[in-house]
């Protein structure tokens, strides 16, 4: 277990880096051991050949990338492991704290034109509408975002807890273009995660999704009830 690191909270953590698909930009990722790093799934899925390249300029070949469970989420084992994560070390990785509460995550965002530069992005986590979903309000996560950590301060320091991996696409003007998506970084082995802090039951969200929301499409529809609307309404949900 890699103890939290005092990364300031300006600073691109040094652990995120760009998942290339034939050296082109796909989305972003982040290192949890020397030679695994993890993504969203849909990011990945499909494409040959991969690599990872941290903001440092070091470029890894990527030798598998496996899927966790029903989720948008997959670990990408490197071909050859990090010799030193002195010079990236990455956050340690918690379950969900209480809801809601801010976060903080650093990726590759798209400018337009194919240019994707590492900026931060701000928010909160909301709610956990199940065990494999929760909902984020951010209006920093877009194009080139899937598979950035959402990160969580504790009284000991910085922990990713959840992977970001859609953003609500806005069809009207009274829709809202925060609303995110990201999956609990539960979804990953519990020989990884930190211990637990204390839970407390979360606030009913009213938003029925399936586990496998994220598995195959880029945009998918779903059903939902809004607290504010009197009946149900479409809500498109895309990749980010």
């Known amino acids: 277990m890699t103890p939290s690191q005092p990364i300031p909270e300006g600073s691109p953590w040094p652990s995120v880096g760009r998942v290339l698909i034939q050296s082109l930009v796909g989305g972003t990722g982040f290192l949890i051991t020397p030679d695994q790093a993890v993504t969203a799934f849909h990011v990945v899925d499909g494409q040959t050949p991969l690599a990872f390249n941290l903001a440092s300029g070091t470029t890894f070949l990527v030798k598998t990338a496996e899927r966790q469970g029903a989720t948008d989420v997959a670990i990408l084992t490197l071909a050859s492991p990090q010799p030193s994560l002195q010079s990236s070390p990455p956050l340690p990785l918690r379950t969900v704290p209480p809801l809601p509460i801010p976060f903080v995550s650093w990726g590759y965002r798209d400018l337009g034109d194919g240019n994707f530069m590492l900026l931060k992005g701000t928010g909160h986590i909301e709610s956990m509408p199940n065990p494999f979903l929760l909902q984020l309000t ?57 211990p637990a802090p204390p839970q407390q039951d979360q606030p009913p969200l009213g938003l029925a999704v399936s586990a496998d929301l994220f598995a195959t499409a880029s945009h998918l529809k779903y059903r939902t009830s809004r607290q504010a609307s009197l009946a149900a309404t479409l809500v498109v949900i895309s990749t980010i």
């Open 138 to 194: 951010t209006r920093d996560h877009t194009t080139g975002m899937s598979g950035a950590p959402i990160a969580v301060r504790f009284s000991d320091g910085w922990h990713i807890v959840a992977v970001a991996v859609a953003r609500h696409v806005p069809h009207s003007w009274v829709d809202d273009a925060s609303l995110a998506f990201a999956h609990p970084i539960d979804a990953l082995p519990p020989a990884l995660l930190a």
